[in-house]
Nanobody
């Protein structure tokens, strides 16, 4: 098993930046494909970004492409989501997810077995 803990959320003005972190503990972090998802009030959970075990495979939702960057540091057991040019519609609870069985990366939430507790991101206009 792996335990995930997100941090770095907060309140930011539109156009600002935040960096989310997701620290993993438990089994070998480098064996897990990782993803970021978000859920806004009254909306379904949606995919944001994904990264392969090595960090070479990256994928982004169209809504964040060019503004968000996912990365990982396997030595620190941490995955990051750098968010820039934030918009009010980015407001949501952001979750990181992990799974050891994904080949490459996955944009499907159901493919991930492990989830963090979430961190709130609020972007004011």
């Amino acid at each position: 098993q792996v335990h995930l803990a997100e941090s770095g959320g907060g309140l930011v003005q539109a156009g600002g930046s935040l960096r989310l972190s997701c620290a993993a503990s438990g089994r070998i972090f480098s064996s897990y494909a990782m993803g970021w998802f978000r859920q806004a009030p009254g909306k379904e959970r949606e995919f944001v970004a994904a990264i392969s075990r090595s960090g070479r495979g990256l994928y982004y939702a169209d809504s964040v492409k060019g503004r968000f960057t996912i990365s990982r540091d396997n030595a620190k057991n941490t995955v990051y989501l750098q968010m820039s040019s934030l918009k009010p519609e980015d407001t949501a609870v952001y979750y990181c997810a992990a799974d050891p069985e994904i080949t490459g990366y996955s944009i499907t939430g159901d493919a991930y077995d492990y989830w963090g507790q979430g961190t709130q991101v609020t972007v004011s206009s």
